[in-house]
């Protein structure tokens, strides 16, 4: 019987397993594989280079770039969300009126997608007719007002606003679900005693949301290793670099150089006779007879 339970767990425990050694483990030894040559992602020949390519990349004044914004956008994702859902959730859970709109409309941004969290902000950043601009200038603050996302100094901190304004609503529902849990008992004993809120907050409520808390920190550097969308949709890592991350690193330097490759060998073909031809830079549409 014993022999039996433990053949069937290992039978269907090596399912997923499989599947996670095939689609996860198999490509990441691939991809290391090749991180070890000079292979350029179209012919069949290659070399081994060793940590070549590691050092190289160490070099590149980008990569820290892209690092440093990247521990950025971490921080910040780490304290923006937890910080404000806790506000908002320890503003809400009390019976004000109209609390349950209120929370309603704090959740709504992370049922949109980044991409539409993305145009909507870089609506609002506008130098003419954004939001953000319009109302500086209608308080008189006319020297603050510029391209928000046309600046190096501004670009990134624009662009992880717009990302900690939608994830601030789900840390506020999950701190309110964690505020839920917490005994009025013991909020009515540390009243007696002579606590004040900031002492019953920082003594009692925070350290029974410590559940509720490593969920919210969890999810937010899960979900900070993820944004790629928004950034891509606002700046595209620039101005001059300035808002790379990782991510959007890599996206440049593979999918775009491997765009370019390709443009410049459908070039080639287009005009065999020209032995310049890849240096040639053809309007768009032009290899393919379009109108341009």
Same mark, same amino acid.
């Given at each position: 019987?014993?022999?039996?339970?433990?053949?069937?767990?290992?039978a269907?425990?090596s399912?997923p397993?499989l599947?996670?050694?095939?689609?996860v483990v198999g490509?990441?030894?691939?991809?290391?594989?090749?991180?070890?040559?000079?292979?350029?992602g179209?012919?069949?020949?290659?070399?081994?280079?060793g940590?070549a390519?590691?050092?190289?990349i160490f070099?590149?004044?980008?990569?820290?770039?892209?690092?440093?914004?990247?521990?950025?956008?971490?921080?910040?994702a780490?304290?923006?969300p937890?910080l404000?859902?806790?506000?908002?959730?320890?503003a809400? =859970? &009390?019976? #004000?009126?109209?609390?349950?709109?209120?929370?309603s @409309?704090?959740?709504? *941004?992370?049922? %949109?997608?980044?991409?539409v969290v993305g145009?909507?902000?870089?609506w609002?950043?506008?130098?003419r007719?954004?939001?953000?601009?319009l109302?500086?200038?209608?308080?008189?603050?006319?020297?603050?007002?510029?391209?928000?996302?046309?600046?190096?100094?501004?670009?990134?901190?624009?662009?992880i606003?717009?990302?900690g304004?939608? =994830? &601030?609503? #789900?840390?506020m529902?999950?701190?309110l679900?964690? @505020?839920?849990?917490? *005994?009025?008992? %013991?909020l009515?004993a540390?009243q007696i005693?002579?606590?004040?809120?900031?002492?019953s907050?920082?003594?009692?409520?925070?350290?029974?949301?410590q559940?509720?808390?490593v969920v919210?920190i969890?999810?937010?550097?899960?979900?900070?290793?993820?944004?790629?969308d928004?950034v891509y949709?606002v700046?595209?890592?620039?101005p001059?670099?300035?808002?790379d991350?990782?991510?959007?690193?890599m996206?440049?330097?593979?999918?775009?150089?491997?765009l370019?490759g390709?443009?410049?060998?459908?070039?080639?073909r287009?005009?065999?006779?020209?032995?310049c031809?890849?240096?040639?830079l053809?309007p768009?549409?032009a290899?393919?007879g379009?109108?341009?």
């Amino acid at each position: 019987m014993a022999r039996s339970r433990w053949f069937w767990r290992v039978a269907f425990l090596s399912i997923p397993l499989l599947l996670y050694l095939v689609i996860v483990v198999g490509p990441l030894l691939y991809s290391f594989f090749f991180s070890l040559t000079d292979w350029n992602g179209f012919s069949y020949d290659f070399n081994f280079v060793g940590l070549a390519n590691f050092a190289k990349i160490f070099e590149d004044p980008l990569f820290g770039g892209a690092i440093k914004n990247t521990i950025i956008w971490m921080v910040a994702a780490l304290t923006i969300p937890t910080l404000g859902g806790l506000a908002l959730a320890l503003a809400l =859970q &009390t019976q #004000l009126r109209g609390a349950r709109l209120f929370k309603s @409309l704090f959740y709504l *941004p992370i049922c %949109l997608s980044l991409v539409v969290v993305g145009q909507i902000w870089i609506w609002i950043y506008q130098p003419r007719w954004g939001l953000l601009n319009l109302t500086l200038d209608s308080v008189g603050l006319f020297d603050v007002s510029q391209a928000w996302l046309a600046s190096p100094e501004t670009a990134l901190a624009s662009v992880i606003v717009a990302w900690g304004w939608q =994830q &601030t609503g #789900l840390a506020m529902v999950i701190f309110l679900a964690g @505020l839920t849990s917490v *005994p009025t008992e %013991l909020l009515e004993a540390a009243q007696i005693d002579g606590a004040n809120y900031r002492q019953s907050l920082l003594r009692v409520v925070i350290p029974l949301l410590q559940p509720a808390t490593v969920v919210v920190i969890a999810l937010a550097v899960i979900n900070s290793l993820k944004s790629f969308d928004i950034v891509y949709i606002v700046t595209a890592g620039g101005p001059f670099h300035s808002s790379d991350t990782l991510a959007m690193m890599m996206y440049n330097e593979v999918v775009q150089e491997i765009l370019h490759g390709l443009r410049q060998r459908d070039l080639r073909r287009a005009v065999p006779d020209r032995p310049c031809a890849d240096r040639v830079l053809l309007p768009a549409g032009a290899r393919t007879g379009e109108s341009v």
